[in-house]
């Protein structure tokens, strides 16, 4: 492995940091023109980054460097979080101040890199440090995101909670790596965890104390119950082009983190921490939707419908991999289809409310959206589809994503975890009342004061590309979803000696029984 | 008895004692060479009615703190207020230990070299000196904290941001040196200033010196640095609350401090107890005799920059507080960076012990540093700019 | 002695050093408290703010300003602490010319440690750069 051979491989990465730490630079420019051009040549610096993914990203057959493991999984992730984080900037355009625009774009780009590195990292150690990368970004996000004190307690309480979580999840990997001897997870040579865990056989109990903290230091980052309660608050804090940021990027670098969690263990859990993700799922997507009915402030609404969404997901990592048979079955690729689509849905309904204010402020409320049809029908429109994706209401992509997750736990054909898809459909019936209130608002009730149109043209280009997107996801899944079966497959080649069976999903519910 | 100071452990027990003995007298006669250099300097007289001369005006100061009521407020951190001038003086005395006073010595004479004139001589030697230059800032911290007053409480804050500051551009200052050696070791370091091609330090990089000079004021809160004790403002600093012998202790502390600092940058810049091409202070000469001449050498070196602590602090005035910020800062701050990678520099291209190079450097660097200050138009900015405009009555010009 | 003849020995003298430094020190306050007279009084007792009457405590809030330097402290001390190491093992390696087989078990010639190092310092020195036009160093 030479140097350069390591830099290339790292290069979508290493562009992130080098432009965020230009846009640093650059931001605190003495002239004006200068720093109104940082979201323009983040932009730039994005576009550079897919390059250099293009040209080197794609996983080889070369010699993996220390720590770190290019698979397509992490080819997957790269584009998913360039292609979305670009849209979430489009989104972002205007938001920071004029004079924090530097920082503003620079936190987002380091966040971004922090996902990539989360899908990439083969190291306890690595792994932290990535996930921290995402996470310490967005505490300062929420702070910048606007001048009034709500954003600050929003980033204040935020802070706290994430370093609490931050602490918890580094104390299971202290446990972890204490029970295994390494900090490595797979791989081909050597001695890793994933080796450690299948010639263990039974796992010890401090491994299970590990990967207990490790899942709720995780569930902060995915805003699983009963890491949820900082959610409402940060969400309706921030600005929502923010809010839009954190509903997708912490959330996918804690699944993909969680799913590489699971592949260390073979998705072979013992039974304790099986049933302990499944009450997790099933409280997480209940527990939203329940609080979601009850809020009348549409970011609160979306902030809890985010926990519920989580919740789904998480049958997606409880259900795992049974590869080689299609996208039906398989819960972790339904994860990854699931994470960009509801990235792309969730932003266009936040970037809806970022572009319209009324009585001089962004629109927040129910109320606040009463009648947009009539001011803005393609922001009603768009708002409409996202919401409908949202349900997982047919001809938008959220129905595919659901399709796929609901229909992975059914295959599998273990009895709890069919509860579980029908405890999920349930609650997306629940979902629906919510939902249908918003754009019930958008729609059928008369404006209560007149909309201004704010933000510019590039958050409305955003909202049209996430709308199309959904219908486009639809109408043509399987591109999208192929690729996610390919990053799943390869959490699994990592081992070579494992390769040869496919893991069996988590067996040990029948036998409890 | 030779046999057991052959051994190094016993040599270190019994090198401790006799140095902690020695450092607590020189501390002391430093008090008195402090007031007696400040009377030279103001043409005085000084303290002159203890003895003759004065000489034993340390012993009565010594009495003096050790019977004088020890007041120790009601609402202070009582075991903070115990414990600050404990560790001020303390961690003042343990930093002699790694100091390498005489090279290596042949006890017997038999041509054998037995022990190593040093009390420690770990491998980390430079990096536990810096350490426990570190662990001063606890003593003026925790009495200020103490305290629970307000002048003591400004002290400590401040002084906790000073030496903060200046520790940046000293440990980087020290790094020209450790890249240059490659070795934290003193006594290599020392041994690489000695012999066929090796210069002193300060020769290869005198900037660095100058650095590692001013930071050591700071370090020691001497003047123009000792905002912490600034007596005009601050009554008496971090130990305005400190009376009799715990106020003592702080006095004592920071002598010894300085006469760490003192032998630290002897040892990194000029040569510790070598002087070119004098005999028996060379790197073969082992006998018991060397060592006591290397060890008169060291001491003397030490003494010289003791006075040049004094000549500073009674030549010099203090800085104000954003003045010392912004020399440590933007001023030695960038450019010990600058001194640093240029020394690493040399060390990639193998000149790390050329005269020319290394001097060159080190002039093309104080060349931009002037050359920048000479184009630079300070900004005046904050509470200077609103300051009125300074009007002189006609009547007061003539 | 057993101790004397293992790796720790130079830490053996240094315990020595801090044991008599502690002694003498604890020993000068045991010796001062024994002899000092004690006359407690409330005037005595009370804080000293130059004669006045005390108005209020000394815990109070202060300037930001300071704990930016404590950060910031914390930052470029880190940049010395990881320095200092590399120096060493980075003159080595210069000095022989020869590759030093890090911890990943790779081979790492001079030129290799000194983009390492490059990249660490280029990080720095952006965020130096970034905190002095950001007035985090203007104190007046």
């Known amino acids: 492995m030479t140097t350069a051979m390591y830099l290339t491989q790292l290069s979508p990465e290493l562009c992130l940091l080098a432009g965020a730490c230009l846009v640093w630079l650059f931001g605190v420019s003495k002239h004006a023109g200068v720093r109104s051009l940082m979201a323009p040549f983040t932009l730039l610096i994005l576009v550079a980054a897919m390059v250099c993914t293009a040209q080197f990203g794609r996983p080889g057959s070369a010699e993996q460097p220390v720590g770190l493991l290019f698979t397509d ?50 190291d306890l150690v690595v792994l932290f440090f990535a996930l921290e990368l995402v996470s310490v970004p967005t505490y300062v996000l929420v702070a910048l995101s606007r001048t009034d004190s709500r954003a600050s307690e929003a980033a204040v309480k935020y802070f706290f909670l994430g370093a609490m979580s931050a602490a918890i999840m580094v104390y299971g990997f202290s446990f972890l790596y204490g029970v295994g001897g390494t900090t490595v997870l797979a791989g081909a040579a050597g001695h890793t965890l994933q080796g450690y865990f299948t010639d263990a056989g039974a796992m010890s109990n ?16 995915v805003a699983a119950v009963p890491f949820h309660a900082y959610v409402s608050d940060v969400y309706e804090g921030a600005a929502s082009p923010v809010t839009a940021f954190l509903g997708f990027v912490p959330k996918i670098a804690g699944f993909v ?15 304790p921490l099986v049933w302990m993700l499944w009450i997790v799922a099933a409280v997480t997507m209940t527990v939203g939707n329940v609080l979601a009915l009850l809020q009348t402030n549409v970011k609160r609404i979306l902030a809890y419908s985010g926990v519920a969404h989580s919740g789904y997901m998480l049958i997606g990592i409880l259900v795992g991999p049974t590869w080689g048979e299609g996208p039906m079955h398989d819960g972790v690729a339904a994860v990854l289809f699931y994470i960009v689509v509801y990235g792309v849905m969730n932003l266009g309904a936040f970037a809806v409310l ?15 959206l009463a009648g947009i049809s009539r001011k803005a029908p393609l922001a009603a429109l768009a708002m409409a589809i996202c919401t409908f994706s949202l349900m997982g209401f047919p001809p938008t992509a959220g129905f595919m994503g659901k399709v796929y997750l609901f229909s992975g736990a059914l295959s599998t054909g273990e009895r709890s975890l069919v509860v579980l898809a029908v405890i999920a459909v349930i609650n997306s019936a629940i979902g629906a009342a919510y ?15 007149d909309h201004q149109r704010t933000g510019g043209i590039a958050p409305r280009f955003a909202i049209a590309v996430a709308a199309l997107a959904m219908i486009a996801l639809f109408i043509r899944p399987i591109d999208l979803v192929t690729q996610a079966k390919h990053a799943t497959q390869s959490i699994h080649t990592q081992s070579s000696s494992l390769a040869q069976s496919p893991p069996a999903p988590v067996k040990t519910l029948t036998a409890a029984k | 008895m030779l046999d057991i100071l052959k051994d190094q452990f016993w040599f270190s027990a019994i090198l401790t004692v006799i140095l902690a003995v020695v450092i607590l007298g020189v501390v002391a006669y430093c008090i008195y060479f402090e007031r007696k250099i400040s009377a030279w300097m103001q043409d005085r007289v000084g303290p002159n009615r203890v003895g003759p001369l004065g000489l034993f005006q340390p012993l009565a100061d010594g009495g003096k703190f050790l019977l004088k009521e020890d007041i120790i407020p009601a609402n202070v951190d009582k075991p903070l207020f115990v414990l600050a001038p404990f560790i001020a003086f303390g961690v003042a005395m343990i930093g002699f230990a790694v100091l390498p006073w005489g090279g290596v010595v042949d006890l017997d004479g038999d041509g054998v070299v037995d022990v190593t004139a040093q009390v420690a001589d770990p491998g980390i030697g430079l990096l536990y000196l810096l350490g426990i230059g570190s662990l001063g800032i606890y003593g003026v911290v925790l009495g200020g904290w103490a305290n629970n007053n307000k002048y003591a409480f400004f002290a400590a804050i401040r002084s906790t941001a000073q030496m903060l500051s200046y520790e940046i551009p000293m440990g980087l200052a020290i790094f020209v040196v450790v890249i240059t050696v490659g070795n934290l070791r003193l006594e290599e370091i020392v041994l690489a200033q000695i012999g066929e091609g090796n210069v002193w330090h300060v020769v290869l990089h005198p900037f660095a010196f100058v650095i590692l000079l001013i930071t050591l004021f700071a370090e020691t809160n001497r003047t123009p640095f000792d905002l912490a004790e600034a007596e005009q403002e601050l009554v008496g600093g971090y130990h305005t609350e400190y009376s009799a012998l715990k106020f003592g202790m702080f006095f004592l502390g920071e002598y010894a401090h300085m006469i760490t600092g003192s032998g630290f940058i002897t040892v990194l810049f000029l040569g510790g107890w070598h002087l070119p091409g004098v005999p028996g202070l060379q790197p073969g000469d082992v006998s018991i005799w060397a060592m006591l001449f290397k060890m008169i050498v060291l001491g003397a070196k030490i003494v010289g920059f003791l006075f040049l602590f004094m000549w500073v602090r009674w030549t010099l005035p203090r800085f104000r507080f954003d003045q010392l910020m912004r020399l440590s800062w933007k ?29 060159g450097g080190n002039a093309a660097i104080l060349l931009i540093v002037l050359i920048y200050n000479g184009l630079l138009r300070t900004e005046i900015t904050g509470r200077q700019a609103n300051l009125p405009e300074v009007t002189i009555p006609a009547e007061a010009r003539s | 002695m057993l101790i004397a003849e293992s790796s720790l020995a130079p830490y053996a003298s240094i315990v020595i050093v801090i044991a008599v430094a502690g002694v003498i020190a604890a020993s000068m306050l045991i010796l001062a408290h024994a002899v000092r007279p004690a006359l407690k009084g409330d005037v005595k007792d009370s804080t000293y703010e130059s004669g006045m009457p005390v108005i209020g405590d000394a815990r109070r809030r202060f300037n930001v300003r300071f704990y930016i330097v404590a950060m910031l402290f914390l930052l470029f001390d880190v940049e010395v602490v990881f320095l200092w190491p590399w120096a060493p093992v980075f003159h080595k390696a210069a000095a022989t010319g020869e590759a030093i087989t890090t911890a990943g078990g790779q081979p790492a010639s001079a030129g290799f440690l000194l983009a390492a190092m490059g990249v660490f310092a280029v990080f720095l020195v952006v965020g130096f750069a970034y905190e002095w036009r950001r007035g985090m160093f203007q104190w007046d």
């Open chain 1, 354 to 368: 970022a572009t319209l204010s009324i009585k001089g402020r962004s629109v927040e409320t129910l109320d606040d």
């Open chain 1, 435 to 449: 939902y249908l209130r918003i754009v019930a608002a958008c729609y059928l009730r008369e404006p209560t004061a």
């Open chain 1, 73 to 122: 999984l992490a080819y997957y992730v790269r584009w998913a979080t360039l292609s979305v984080g670009a849209l979430l900037l489009l989104v972002n355009w205007r938001t920071p101040a004029d004079r924090e625009q530097g920082e503003f774009f620079g936190m987002i780009l380091c966040s971004m890199a922090g996902v990539m590195l989360t899908a990439s990292a083969n």
């Open chain 1, 206 to 221: 401090y491994a299970i104390i590990g990967l207990v903290l490790a899942f709720a230091g995780l569930s902060f980052k």
């Open chain 1, 257 to 271: 983190a969680m799913a590489k969690l699971m592949s260390v263990c073979n998705w072979h859990l013992p039974e």
């Open chain 2, 331 to 359: 001023g030695l701050l960038p450019i010990s960076m600058i001194l640093a990678a240029y020394a690493t520099t040399l060390v990639y291209l193998g000149k790390a012990t050329n005269i020319p190079w290394a001097l």
